[in-house]
């Protein structure tokens, strides 16, 4: 069912499964029929006062539209995905900071997500993984404050326009829109909070045999 393109574990695998093209197509069409706005997730507030040039928005999709988003994910059985599921997009020029994923209810790293390409149109937005550098984090939120050090990536890839990445976000990551002339957007799901202790390697397991 599903297929491995490229395996670059413990940081991500890219895969291909059975009707993915038209999952991207679905995706696509909600997205286009929806309005983005700027998001109401307080780490990206918190980010957004950190540094202010930080431009994305995020469009969270409606009930029916979460409904067929899960239910046609050959995924969200097996790996207990949240029923909901937000597109994120980056605009042209924009570098992310670089962080952890976290679960605003209990503060918990989100292990890993499932993402989607939803609009990429080059190859120019860069996503790379960190080491864990505890004495740069900010206080207020999992981040690695640049500003007082660049860390070199340990590895950096693209998000492909005809793959899904099974994406370790329990890893220091960041993405890198800088060099881009387009928006970028991806929709990302993660695992419930009933299974939010799940690992990316309990996830590659299941997917995967492996
Ligand atoms: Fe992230």
Redesign the pocket.
């Known amino acids: 069912m599903f297929e491995i393109i490229k395996d670059c574990s413990p940081y991500y695998i890219t895969f291909t499964h059975v009707g993915l093209s038209d999952y991207i197509k679905l995706l696509q069409n909600i997205a286009n029929n929806a309005t983005f706005v700027s998001s109401n997730n307080k780490s990206v507030s918190i980010l957004k006062e950190i540094y202010p040039t930080y431009h994305t928005e995020e469009f969270y999709a409606s009930s029916d539209d979460l409904e067929k988003i899960i239910n046609k994910n050959p995924c969200s059985e097996l790996l207990h995905l949240d029923k909901s599921a937000a597109f994120l997009t980056t605009y042209p020029g924009v570098r992310g900071p670089i ?3 976290v679960n605003g209810l209990n503060k918990t790293n989100v292990q890993f997500r499932i993402n989607y390409p939803v609009f990429v149109k080059d190859d120019k937005c860069i996503t790379s993984w960190y080491e864990d550098i505890d004495l740069l984090r900010h206080s207020r939120i999992p981040i690695i404050d640049v500003s007082m050090h660049n860390p070199t990536s340990i590895l950096s890839t693209n998000i492909s326009p005809n793959y899904a990445v099974l994406f370790n ?1 329990s890893i220091f ?1 960041d993405w890198d829109n800088s060099q881009s002339d387009n928006k970028r957007t991806i929709v990302g799901m993660r695992a419930d909070n009933n299974h939010s202790d799940m690992t990316f390697f309990d996830a590659r397991k299941i997917l995967f045999g492996i």
């Open positions: 962080h952890q994923d976000t990551h």
